[in-house]
């Protein structure tokens, strides 16, 4: 007889072998979260984890991020970029796609995380991978957004902003039980008590750890301050009304996180508490409702109408193309940035935030011109003009451009001898609505007609000139929809093009860290008179001495061509408000001198008959967004060499003390004191 022990352990074993044979199918972790609005982090990634990589979608994402790095003017610029960001961007992507080709994942999420941190490691906002299977599909979210606070003795800490509860309990009114429920003993219901605490300790580590940990993933910026700045709450004025920004602490476009412990020191205490508060996770606005992995798949991650380009002679681009959604800007039709050239940022995380608190919103009254996210106020000393501009966009170009003449003109009329421009987490936009900005405030001069922005640069790969070839020796764009036909650009005389011009000839050969690369001639406005709408103002409106422009250093592309045109050509203030003390702050955030994405490449291609080369990106098989930098501007400091690599550093850093935390009238009125 077999000892007891060797008994069990062989009915042990036959149980488990059996049991291997007929077991039942896991559980679907994607039908646990399926139509539900609140779920765990650790749930979210549960399904998402669940889908194993498939080999073609991988090959096909790596097959359209590697040729449409061609068209991107910095990919050779990146590997390791001039001075001073050398030691902030420092990314060869074609060679991490070469090694992400030859890694294992254990999931389609892991593959994506890779995916998406590769590109934002080139801290370029004009270039990123989404893809609207996990990005902002649920949104992980914390009722404690934080602020950098500066102390009446210039002492710089980290606080849970102030106005968080009445941020948490507007937004969040479903969720406030869970959290007030989450806290330890005496502080259990008590969730708002902790609205201004300062922060002693993130997850057992001082705070600025883990600002640097998030800085070194965010990406969209070259400037670390700015990097950091990311990390805490902000506003924004948006087309509808003033945002709130929760920054990336108490947000998070993936579930990366299930909890944060925070040692604290509450207002008026002197002993410090530690607690645990859980993420939760939110269905995000821009995804499709699923039941299980299979319709989670089949609803978000397949390539949808709008993934990919078309032929603009043949087909029509959809209204709501999955792009659009996650641009820094009002939702603008696709066809839009053909007639009107975008420099805009690419961000996981929609557009749209939360609200503002009342509280803190603008009491003073918009004056005439004020329009969606240009809004115009007169200060209470009668003499300061604010301009608070969330975006260089709107969905009715020329109508937004007399609008901001409008505005200008009705702060004159009342008085207004001095401006604020207020672009705080500005995402860029229109480039031709910067130059006709700087030219209605300067007035006409050297420095605004005709060109009142930068010169600029494209790309001139075998494939993009290839492109050119077939519209200008075949006639492929009669009627100029195409941003390779030379009937949009001049040349640095600001001459027209004809429309037989080969405009990226003869091209500029460049060595770029060791790689041969190609650029076009230089380039010059294109801006006026077209696109701008009617004879602008034969003088100044603005002394550009007696205007500032102020932002958190969260300023993107067509703002940034404003922002570097103003301050260098005109001497206009900069200042960024907040950032730690002892690191410089940088008044632009990204600069390029014009984006594009992978739908508008890819409509070239497809109109010009060249999708079957070789060198052509494939059609995107999943649900996937990537934008790029499709023509540099140069600087002007050192005017051959792009802007992208210049340094902009503020002119004022304006330190946030409680009464100015995430209040622009009180901000603006502390610029006015300082430099007005």
């Given at each position: 007889?077999?000892?007891?022990?060797?008994?069990?352990?062989?009915?042990?074993?036959?149980?488990?072998?059996?049991?291997?044979?007929?077991?039942?199918?896991?559980?679907?972790?994607?039908?646990?979260?399926?139509?539900?609005?609140?779920?765990?982090?650790?749930?979210?990634?549960?399904?998402?984890?669940?889908?194993?990589?498939?080999?073609?979608?991988?090959?096909?994402?790596?097959?359209?991020?590697?040729?449409?790095?061609?068209?991107?003017?910095?990919?050779?610029?990146?590997?390791?970029?001039?001075?001073?960001?050398?030691?902030?961007?420092?990314?060869?992507?074609?060679?991490?796609?070469?090694?992400?080709?030859?890694?294992?994942?254990?999931?389609?999420?892991?593959?994506?995380?890779?995916?998406?941190?590769?590109?934002?490691?080139?801290?370029?906002?004009?270039?990123?991978?989404?893809?609207?299977?996990?990005?902002?599909?649920?949104?992980?979210?914390?009722?404690?957004?934080?602020?950098?606070?500066?102390?009446?003795?210039?002492?710089?800490?980290?606080?849970?902003?102030?106005?968080?509860?009445?941020?948490?309990?507007?937004?969040?009114?479903?969720?406030?039980?869970?959290?007030?429920?989450?806290?330890?003993?005496?502080?259990?219901?008590?969730?708002?008590?902790?609205?201004?605490?300062?922060?002693?300790?993130?997850?057992?580590?001082?705070?600025?750890?883990?600002?640097?940990?998030?800085?070194?993933?965010?990406?969209?910026?070259?400037?670390?301050?700015?990097?950091?700045?990311?990390?805490?709450?902000?506003?924004?004025?948006?087309?509808?009304?003033?945002?709130?920004?929760?920054?990336?602490?108490?947000?998070?476009?993936?579930?990366?996180?299930?909890?944060?412990?925070?040692?604290?020191?509450?207002?008026?205490?002197?002993?410090?508490?530690?607690?645990?508060?859980?993420?939760?996770?939110?269905?995000?606005?821009?995804?499709?409702?699923?039941?299980?992995?299979?319709?989670?798949?089949?609803?978000?991650?397949?390539?949808?109408?709008?993934?990919?380009?078309?032929?603009?002679?043949?087909?029509?681009?959809?209204?709501?193309?999955?792009?659009?959604?996650?641009?820094?800007?009002?939702?603008?039709?696709?066809?839009?940035?053909?007639?009107?050239?975008?420099?805009?940022?690419?961000?996981?995380?929609?557009?749209?935030?939360?609200?503002?608190?009342?509280?803190?919103?603008?009491?003073?009254?918009?004056?005439?011109?004020?329009?969606?996210?240009?809004?115009?106020?007169?200060?209470?000393?009668?003499?300061?003009?604010?301009?608070?501009?969330?975006?260089?966009?709107?969905?009715?170009?020329?109508?937004?451009?007399?609008?901001?003449?409008?505005?200008?003109?009705?702060?004159?009329?009342?008085?207004?001898?001095?401006?604020?421009?207020?672009?705080?987490?500005?995402?860029?936009?229109?480039?031709?609505?910067?130059?006709?900005?700087?030219?209605?405030?300067?007035?006409?001069?050297?420095?605004?007609?005709?060109?009142?922005?930068?010169?600029?640069?494209?790309?001139?790969?075998?494939?993009?000139?290839?492109?050119?070839?077939?519209?200008?020796?075949?006639?492929?764009?009669?009627?100029?929809?195409?941003?390779?036909?030379?009937?949009?650009?001049?040349?640095?005389?600001?001459?027209?093009?004809?429309?037989?011009?080969?405009?990226?000839?003869?091209?500029?050969?460049?060595?770029?860290?060791?790689?041969?690369?190609?650029?076009?001639?230089?380039?010059?406005?294109?801006?006026?008179?077209?696109?701008?709408?009617?004879?602008?103002?034969?003088?100044?409106?603005?002394?550009?001495?007696?205007?500032?422009?102020?932002?958190?250093?969260?300023?993107?592309?067509?703002?940034?061509?404003?922002?570097?045109?103003?301050?260098?050509?005109?001497?206009?203030?900069?200042?960024?408000?907040?950032?730690?003390?002892?690191?410089?702050?940088?008044?632009?955030?990204?600069?390029?001198?014009?984006?594009?994405?992978?739908?508008?490449?890819?409509?070239?291609?497809?109109?010009?008959?060249?999708?079957?080369?070789?060198?052509?990106?494939?059609?995107?098989?999943?649900?996937?967004?990537?934008?790029?930098?499709?023509?540099?501007?140069?600087?002007?400091?050192?005017?051959?060499?792009?802007?992208?690599?210049?340094y902009f550093p503020a002119d004022l850093n304006l330190p946030v003390t409680p009464a100015l935390a995430n209040n622009p009238v009180a901000i603006w009125e502390e610029v006015a004191r300082r430099l007005l």
């Open positions: 007889m077999s000892p007891p022990h060797t008994l069990l352990w062989f009915v042990a074993a036959s149980i488990a072998v059996a049991s291997a044979n007929v077991a039942p199918r896991a559980p679907d972790a994607c039908a646990a979260i399926g139509g539900r609005k609140w779920v765990s982090p650790r749930e979210v990634r549960a399904c998402y984890s669940s889908f194993k990589v498939v080999e073609a979608e991988k090959a096909n994402i790596i097959d359209v991020i590697s040729k449409m790095a061609a068209f991107h003017t910095s990919t050779n610029y990146q590997i390791r970029a001039p001075e001073p960001f050398a030691s902030e961007v420092h990314e060869d992507l074609l060679g991490s796609l070469e090694r992400i080709k030859n890694q294992r994942y254990a999931s389609d999420y892991e593959l994506h995380i890779d995916f998406s941190r590769t590109l934002k490691r080139l801290n370029d906002g004009h270039i990123a991978w989404v893809n609207n299977c996990y990005d902002s599909l649920f949104v992980n979210y914390l009722p404690t957004p934080l602020s950098l606070i500066t102390d009446a003795k210039g002492i710089q800490n980290v606080h849970i902003a102030y106005e968080a509860f009445d941020v948490a309990s507007a937004e969040f009114p479903d969720q406030i039980d869970f959290w007030q429920n989450a806290l330890p003993g005496n502080l259990k219901g008590n969730l708002k008590s902790l609205s201004g605490a300062k922060v002693l300790l993130i997850n057992g580590r001082p705070p600025f750890d883990a600002v640097h940990a998030n800085a070194l993933i965010t990406g969209s910026y070259q400037s670390y301050a700015t990097r950091q700045n990311s990390f805490f709450s902000s506003y924004r004025r948006t087309a509808g009304e003033w945002s709130y920004i929760l920054g990336n602490f108490a947000q998070q476009s993936l579930p990366l996180d299930d909890f944060a412990v925070l040692t604290i020191q509450r207002v008026n205490q002197t002993l410090p508490e530690t607690i645990i508060l859980p993420y939760r996770s939110r269905i995000g606005t821009t995804a499709k409702a699923f039941t299980d992995t299979a319709s989670w798949r089949s609803n978000n991650c397949v390539a949808v109408d709008g993934t990919n380009g078309i032929d603009a002679y043949s087909e029509s681009l959809p209204a709501d193309a999955p792009v659009a959604k996650f641009l820094q800007q009002p939702p603008l039709p696709l066809d839009t940035e053909r007639k009107h050239g975008l420099n805009v940022l690419l961000d996981a995380a929609p557009w749209l935030d939360v609200t503002l608190p009342p509280t803190l919103q603008p009491g003073l009254v918009a004056v005439n011109g004020s329009y969606n996210s240009a809004q115009f106020y007169l200060a209470k000393d009668g003499k300061t003009g604010v301009l608070a501009l969330g975006s260089f966009s709107d969905t009715q170009y020329f109508t937004f451009l007399r609008t901001l003449l409008e505005g200008l003109q009705s702060l004159k009329a009342l008085g207004a001898t001095q401006l604020i421009v207020d672009v705080t987490n500005n995402g860029g936009g229109f480039i031709c609505a910067a130059h006709w900005l700087h030219r209605i405030i300067a007035g006409p001069k050297s420095t605004t007609v005709p060109q009142a922005g930068l010169d600029t640069k494209a790309r001139a790969g075998p494939l993009a000139r290839t492109i050119v070839d077939e519209i200008i020796s075949k006639n492929k764009d009669p009627i100029v929809q195409l941003l390779y036909n030379p009937l949009n650009w001049r040349d640095a005389s600001n001459t027209p093009f004809t429309a037989d011009a080969d405009w990226l000839e003869p091209i500029v050969p460049l060595t770029i860290n060791g790689r041969e690369d190609a650029f076009s001639p230089r380039l010059g406005n294109e801006c006026q008179p077209e696109g701008f709408p009617g004879d602008a103002p034969s003088e100044a409106l603005f002394d550009p001495k007696k205007v500032v422009i102020v932002s958190n250093g969260r300023c993107g592309s067509s703002c940034s061509l404003f922002s570097i045109s103003m301050s260098k050509y005109e001497g206009t203030k900069t200042v960024v408000v907040g950032g730690k003390s002892d690191v410089q702050q940088i008044y632009c955030g990204v600069v390029g001198g014009q984006s594009t994405n992978f739908v508008t490449i890819d409509t070239e291609i497809k109109t010009t008959g060249l999708k079957n080369n070789t060198l052509a990106p494939p059609d995107l098989i999943v649900n996937g967004v990537m934008g790029i930098t499709w023509r540099l501007a140069y600087g002007v400091d050192e005017p051959n060499e792009p802007a992208e690599w210049q």
